[in-house]
């Protein structure tokens, strides 16, 4: 699933990897949400955020988030954030807390 500003998707190992890119708009995250709502299906699955690319974000986006993923916070057992700055971390930080869902900050190899 793509769009001009992020794409979602399951990489080799089935985690969910989503990929942002520049100033992430409501209507950005409430549809990247939203597919990630049907790759995860009945299964559990990591979600995997590619950050290097975001530049910032609107109001609202990590409510729409949490709104969106609410309901299958139990079906993900961790985000991992690749290559983020610290707004990002923070953002994305507040979106998994409140969800109860661990956070872990990489960066990408390769």
Same mark, same amino acid.
């Given at each position: 699933?793509?769009?001009?500003?992020?794409?979602?998707?399951?990489?080799? #190992?089935? &985690?969910?990897?989503?990929?942002?890119?520049? +100033? +992430? #708009?409501?209507? *950005?995250?409430? /549809?990247? /949400?939203?597919?990630?709502?049907?790759?995860?299906?009945?299964?559990?699955?990591?979600? $995997?955020? #590619?950050?290097?690319?975001? #530049?910032? !974000?609107?109001?609202?986006? $990590? +409510?729409?988030?949490?709104?969106?993923?609410? *309901? !299958?916070?139990?079906?993900?057992?961790?985000?991992?954030?690749?290559?983020? &700055?610290?707004?990002?971390?923070? &953002?994305?930080?507040? +979106? /998994?807390?409140?969800?109860?869902?661990?956070? $872990?900050?990489?960066? /990408?190899?390769?």
């Amino acid at each position: 699933m793509k769009n001009m500003n992020w794409s979602a998707g399951l990489d080799t #190992e089935g &985690n969910i990897k989503i990929r942002l890119l520049g +100033v +992430v #708009e409501v209507e *950005d995250a409430r /549809a990247a /949400a939203l597919a990630t709502i049907e790759l995860l299906g009945d299964a559990t699955r990591e979600i $995997h955020i #590619e950050a290097a690319a975001i #530049e910032g !974000y609107r109001a609202g986006v $990590h +409510v729409t988030w949490q709104a969106k993923l609410w *309901d !299958y916070r139990r079906q993900i057992p961790t985000i991992r954030l690749f290559d983020a &700055n610290t707004e990002v971390r923070i &953002n994305i930080g507040a +979106v /998994a807390m409140s969800l109860g869902i661990p956070l $872990h900050a990489c960066r /990408a190899t390769g």
